[in-house]
């Protein structure tokens, strides 16, 4: 008998009708011989109608009141789940994050699972039924509240029980056919992936691709998990998230190509800090009162000008838009001691990223990327690379244009256009 965890993402359950559907999937796991588990995320677009009335009540809401209502979204849907299966003559238990042992940090709105004890589903279980278990919640010991794990946080906490059941297979069910090398919401020729290493995940994800939770493949890789993203309408095959270190899933072949996919996001913002004397341990003062602010510094770029008569350097980084103006402020606060001459601030940027392992032993990468940019007018504001990553800041409105036309440039297309089932992109 082999034990499979099994998520199911919100538009995989936004209605009665996908709500039995999904029930019957489980029953036939279950009828084919398996253990189940599943990690259900909030019907539809819950989660986000829940924030939007939230914002009507008030602009800023107290965090743990935040976490308290998101986690009624998983409540709902875990329990008509459950019913689902009931109905169609199985048994099934559903558990919200707290009774399934998802234990984690007190930092609402991102708390990190700091263990995992599910003593209950592992109970269930071996009186023979399917545990149901809320995705994106937890509960912090310390301070006795409920947590959420970050948006798209249920694809951690199915990734977290599967390591802790020691799960045979972790199935990710969305409303695609799996990873693809863009999101194809945006380009329509994304092709799927038969499999990806969960390095080039881990990059697609912290670069923006929605797919999976950047959690989740960081949790996964770590525990040696593999995962299985595949469509909960669709009967196909997949897409493997592996790590080769620990061999490759049964029936896959490699194919490696040089790049995995583009992804992107437009959730930073650029803050320039002009004129900035160019002299030692300066930036050093500029992204200690960054860091005070607890912002997440992603690109930097500095060049000294040779232009001045006294040398001065540009520094532009990039923070999550969020963050933005706490950093500004906090800057503005330390001219005088930093002797800068201004600072700029840019939100309408937006960052691309084309990921591939092959990066490594592939010259001229960079190369055509750039060039593909630039003859079709998109202009590159800020580069940074990982050794398998490049990422540009281009404008917001160029976001959906890049992608398509590095797609192309890189040879990603498909013959056939991508089948969305179902979702909003929300
Ligand atoms: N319902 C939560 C969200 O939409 C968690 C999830 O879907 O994974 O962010
Ligand atoms: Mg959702």
Known sequence: MALVVQKFGGSSVADAESIKRVAKRIVDTRRAGNDVVVA??????????????????????????LDMLLTAGERISMALLAMAIKAQGLNAVSFTGSQAGMLTDGKYGAAKIVSVTPGRVQKALEQGAIAIVAGFQGFNQGTGDVTTLGRGGSDTTAVALAAALKADVCEIYTDVDGVFTADPRVVPLARKLDAITSEEMLELAAAGAKVLHLRAVEFARRHGVTLHVRSSFAGHQGTFVYDPEQGIPEGITMEEPIIAGVAAEKNDAKITVVGVPDAPGLAA????????????????????????EVPRTDISFTVPVEQGRTVVNALQAEQET??????????????????GAGMRTNSGVSAKLFKALYEAGINIEMISTSEIRISVVTRADMLEEAQRVLHTAFGLDAEEEATVYAGTGR
């Open 40 to 65: 259900v995320s909030a019907m539809g677009d819950t989660t986000d109608e829940l924030l939007d009335l939230a914002n009507e009540v008030t602009p800023i809401q107290d965090p743990r009141e």
């Open 285 to 308: 003062q500029i992204f200690t009162i960054v860091a005070k602010t607890n912002a997440n510094v992603d690109m930097i770029v500095q060049n000294v000008s040779h232009a001045a």
């Open 338 to 355: 930093l002797g800068f001459e201004a600072l700029q601030y840019d939100d309408q940027i937006a960052k691309i990223a084309l990921v």
